[in-house]
């Protein structure tokens, strides 16, 4: 915290607690020692850092509080008090007068046996309390375990999470700051449903570093331990010290398994098996037999893919072979291809894909259930008898939904089918045929129907939970105002200048039919986000445009993410870095399977000189949508920056494949040719991206540059002229022409144009 919060927060304490001195800080809170005035004790005061306390806001915190400060156990350090003191979130715990089980791991690095079993049976006990009121902590780690008079206390429950609670984001903030080395595998890869087994699995490996000295897994950066987390086994920490008993070491691989399911159930359980008193004593235990270790090696098989995307969300329950979190054959993933428009009439194609993307929404609320993006699920448009096994294959999914649309009249018929990838057989098939003024009720039915399709194969995660989350996630009940709205984005999506700006109009027009169509106006801020990279004269005030539409949205509905990812653009725009990081984070933290916000968000690190971090982030955008062009664009961006040219190059042919048409693309391809010294194939890639974006004088520069380093001077120069002439009557962006001085070899002058860039503040 600044000083200035600090002493803040002193005054707005100064009746209750006499704030002493500061204690540590860390990645979400600083704790500071304080003299409780009523009460004549000294107590620990944790204040949430200001952009986290933003972030998760006052009322869902105190809200978090009031369920936590119910923990009544002699192993959970309790609360005393909390509040909000001038915007400064703040709870107090008891101070206690020992040390952290950090400080003792560093300062002994391995601890007795005895010992570490001691602290890991009140930890575990604590927790089994603490679960059993339906609370989970999810940030168990050394640092969080105080050590009192030989005992161990459980600290910071203070942002646990409650499940039961509909609201709760705080430790989604948490999550999102966390250490990694302490994360489940489910919590790495970012998964929403979590429950008590990811505490243990933590404690397993809290009881492995005190035992052995180090985590089970290591590295040099935060990805790299992530990725051993989903994808390696630990090694058994009785290799490591062979004083360990076997059921001890049993126990703790055990704790560790990747699959929730093959963990101990409760905490309780694990407490019995440390202390002995449970069947691990050899290994004939049901987590270390062949076929337990054999499903252990399907995990790690299936995270291989996630390693293509360090921290791809998700992936670990996608493939047809992938593990379930419980028995049986569930299905956890599937895919809503493009409805097909069979009505004869394309002005209504909007509508079908409309349809096609209200009913992935609706169906992504089930819980449990992968509903993959819509950039990949388009691959297969037009497609009316799609192979289930390619798209089995290419979008990861074990089911899929296709159908028609057919809109004529004043009536709409829907059929949709639900199929298994792994065998082509149908699930589940329906048709609907109603007024189209019921289109709401068709969208309801039919992701009700599939539903019920599910239930057995879902379980009581489905029950009840489609129609109801559908309505709420359209934003509207006003047919016209909808219709309106898909119009806009099947405009948006196609993405040049002039569809984007026909988008804002059916935007405009959707929120003057309903004011309260808060997806409208952030659909809207999107829009004019994105107009200055597709057009070389944006409305002068497009940022405040797209600034003013974004406020609508969220004080419609604070939880948009498109809202928060569309001012992080704005906020680049401007060169607001530390405003952009912020609403990135925010739309990451409301909607972690969003990919744009992690394709913004990677560009936005790039930017800023992170570029190993944006390279991760970009992997698990792709990771959420396998077969979007955009990313793979990015991607080949990202690995241009690393000077990793041969990787870049093939990230692009990859994203070429999937958008042959995309001059972005070409252009990025073009760069890493161009570096990589292959001047014939990056001259050719940068004329093709010239060719497909024909009034974007940036590509004109970055032709010329191509022609320049090429050692094609005279062509280079006549692109020069042709844009100075453009310049005459039209804007033209510094930096074309700083790109063309560049591949002339005329520093100065090129030094001249990016100082012009500069001034300016040009995208």
């Not at 200035?4 to 100064?14: G, I, P, T």
């Not at 331990?225 to 989903?230: G, L, S």
């Not at 448009?381 to 939904?401: P, S, T």
């Not at 030094?751 to 012009?756: T, V």
Request: glycine share 8%.
């Amino acid at each position: 915290m600044a000083p200035d919060d600090a002493a803040r927060l002193a005054r707005a304490l100064a009746d209750r607690y006499r704030i002493e001195r500061e204690l540590g800080s860390g990645g979400m809170a600083t704790v500071y020692l304080a003299h409780d005035i009523r009460h004549d004790r000294q107590v620990a005061i944790k204040v949430l850092h200001p952009h986290l306390a933003e972030l998760v806001g006052a009322e869902r915190f105190l809200k978090e509080i009031k369920t936590t400060a119910h923990l009544q156990h002699p192993h959970i350090l309790p609360l005393f008090d909390s509040g909000d003191a001038g915007g400064l979130l703040f709870y107090v715990m008891p101070y206690v007068d020992g040390e952290s089980l950090r400080e003792r791991i560093a300062r002994e690095k391995r601890l007795p046996v005895a010992d570490a079993v001691q602290i890991t049976s009140d930890v575990a006990s604590a927790l089994d309390y603490a679960h059993r009121h339906e609370v989970i902590h999810r940030d168990i780690k050394p640092e969080n375990i105080l050590l009192h008079d030989g005992r161990a206390l459980v600290a910071d429950f203070g942002i646990a999470f409650a499940p039961t609670g509909a609201d709760s984001r705080l430790t989604e903030a948490g999550m999102s700051i966390g250490t990694p080395g302490y994360m489940s595998p489910e919590q790495a890869l970012g998964e929403r449903q979590l429950d008590a087994r990811c505490d243990i699995y933590a404690v397993g490996v809290m009881l492995y570093e005190m035992l052995t000295g180090a985590p089970p897994f290591t590295g040099a950066s935060a990805q790299a331990i992530v990725a051993k987390v989903i994808t390696e086994n630990p090694v058994p920490p009785s290799r490591l010290r062979k004083e360990i008993p076997a059921y001890l070491d049993n126990a703790v691989l055990t704790a560790l398994q990747k699959n929730p399911a093959d963990r101990f159930p409760r905490a309780a359980a694990l407490q019995e098996a440390i202390e002995g008193r449970s069947g691990l004593h050899s290994q004939d235990n049901p987590a270390w037999n062949a076929p337990g270790r054999k499903r252990n090696l399907v995990v790690v098989a299936g995270a291989a893919i996630v390693l293509l995307a360090i921290l791809g969300a998700f992936l670990y329950n996608w493939g047809p072979a992938a593990p379930t979190t419980r028995g049986g054959n569930e299905l956890t993933s599937v895919a809503v291809l493009p409805l097909i428009n069979v009505g004869g009439d394309t002005a209504s194609e909007y509508f079908s894909d409309g349809m096609t993307d209200e009913l992935a929404n609706a169906l992504g609320k089930l819980p449990g259930l992968h509903v993959v993006s819509r950039t990949s699920a388009y691959t297969f448009k037009g497609r009316r008898n799609a192979d289930a096994a390619e798209v089995g294959r290419k979008l990861h999914v074990q089911a899929f939904i296709g159908g028609t649309v057919r809109r004529a009249g004043d009536r709409l018929r829907v059929t949709a089918h639900l199929t298994n990838v792994s065998n082509g057989l149908e699930l589940w098939s329906e048709t609907y045929e109603r007024p189209v003024m019921d289109v709401f009720q068709v969208q309801d039915d039919i992701s009700r129907s599939i539903t019920e399709a599910l239930r057995l194969k879902l379980g009581a995660r489905a029950a009840g939970r489609s129609s109801i989350e559908s309505a709420a996630s359209r934003g509207t009940e006003n047919l016209e105002a909808y219709d309106a709205y898909l119009r806009g984005i099947y405009l948006w999506n196609r993405r040049d200048a002039d569809n984007l700006t026909r988008a804002i109009a059916q935007f405009e027009r959707a929120v003057a039919i309903d004011p309260r169509f808060g997806r409208a106006y952030a659909a809207m801020a999107s829009v004019y986000a994105l107009l200055p990279e597709y057009t070389d004269s944006p409305p002068p005030d497009a940022p405040k445009r797209a600034r003013d539409a974004a406020s609508r949205a969220l004080a419609i509905d604070s939880t948009l993410a498109e809202a928060y990812t569309a001012l992080g653009l704005v906020a680049i725009h401007e060169w607001n870095y530390p405003a952009a990081e912020k609403q990135y984070r925010m739309a990451i933290l409301l909607d972690p399977q969003y990919p744009t916000g992690h394709q913004w968000y990677a560009e936005f690190l790039f930017h800023t000189g992170r570029v190993d971090s944006g390279i991760a982030e970009i992997r698990r955008a792709i990771a959420l949508d396998p077969l979007a062009p955009i990313l793979e664009g990015v991607y080949s961006w990202g690995l241009y920056l690393a000077g990793r040219y041969d990787e870049a190059i093939a990230a692009g042919k990859r994203g070429i494949e999937l958008a042959p048409t995309a001059g972005v693309i070409h252009a990025s391809l073009a760069r890493s040719y161009l570096e990589n010294r292959e001047y014939t194939q990056g001259v050719r890639e940068m004329e093709l991206s010239a060719r497909l974006d024909p009034n974007l004088a940036l590509r004109q520069g970055q032709l010329a540059y191509a022609y320049g380093v090429s050692g094609d001077k005279e062509r280079a120069r006549a692109l020069l002229a042709k844009l100075t002439e453009r310049a005459k009557s039209e804007k033209i962006s510094p930096l074309a022409f700083a790109l063309a001085y560049v591949g002339l070899g005329e520093t100065d002058a090129a030094l001249s144009a990016l100082e012009r860039a500069v001034d300016q503040h040009d995208i």
